[in-house]
């Protein structure tokens, strides 16, 4: 059964980076037929979509967050990871990683199954 | 870009009774949407793609419908387990989107 774990500070200063990693258990992220993405959701709020990578390092980004955000992918560790630089209080949220896409062969990023649990990322002083 | 709007943003249902959650996508999305329920606490769980294919697991009183702009997630006999906020997702174009989600409390 895949899984996914989100790990990383779950407090970040002002103007600074947001670092955050993916571990894919269960399963390879290397996988042919699957992108994988970052979702952020704000307190007592709907989700975002922030972007998602292939394990070729092909990516697609929220233009909204694109000049800030930079997500890479080590296969050797079956693992993903996100950046955010400049962040600021709005930037906190719980963070989700997922699997973003419906196998079968040919890579579609369409919809995101599994997700991780999330991890609340904040952004203060 | 597509903005997904859902309504109501609260829908308050009885147990045992229907409920209807509709989402509105600014231009056609084709078939390409998802919904996903979401409890306290718990990441989103995928319920159905393709607007109307349940996800693996799914019980069947969840029933998805509608293409183009216009989606209904029909729920057909409220199981105490279903209360719960319920978010729409495109993924006919990019970036991919999500409504804003309706919460179903209990009547």
């Known amino acids: 059964q895949l899984q996914l774990q989100e790990s990383g500070p779950g407090l970040v200063k002002p103007s600074e980076t947001l670092s955050l990693t993916c571990t894919v258990s269960g399963g390879s992220i290397s996988s042919s037929s699957y992108y994988w993405g970052w979702i952020r959701q704000p307190p007592g709020k709907g989700l975002e979509w922030i972007g998602s990578?292939?394990?070729?390092?092909?990516?697609y980004y929220n233009p909204s967050l694109k000049s800030r955000v930079t997500i890479s992918v080590d296969t050797s560790k079956n693992q993903f990871s996100l950046k955010l630089s400049s962040v600021t209080a709005a930037d906190t949220a719980v963070y989700y990683c997922?699997?973003?896409?419906?196998?079968?062969?040919?890579?579609?990023?369409?919809?995101?199954?599994?997700w991780g649990q999330g991890t609340l990322v904040t952004v203060s002083s | 870009e597509i903005v997904m709007t859902q309504s109501p943003a609260t829908l308050s249902v009885s147990p045992g009774e229907r409920a209807t959650l509709s989402c509105r996508a600014s231009q056609s999305v084709s078939s390409n949407l998802a919904w996903y329920q979401q409890k306290p606490g718990q990441a989103p769980r995928l319920l159905i793609y393709g607007a109307s294919t349940r996800a693996t697991g799914i019980p069947a009183r969840f029933s998805g419908s509608g293409s183009g702009t216009e989606f209904t997630l029909t729920i057909s006999s409220l199981q105490s387990e279903d209360f719960a906020v319920y978010y729409c997702q495109q993924y006919n174009n990019w970036p991919r989107a999500f409504g804003q989600g309706t919460k179903l409390e209990i009547k």
């Open positions: 997922a699997r973003h896409g419906s196998g079968g062969g040919y890579p579609l990023p369409n919809w995101f199954d599994p």
């Open positions: 990578i292939y394990y070729s390092g092909s990516t």
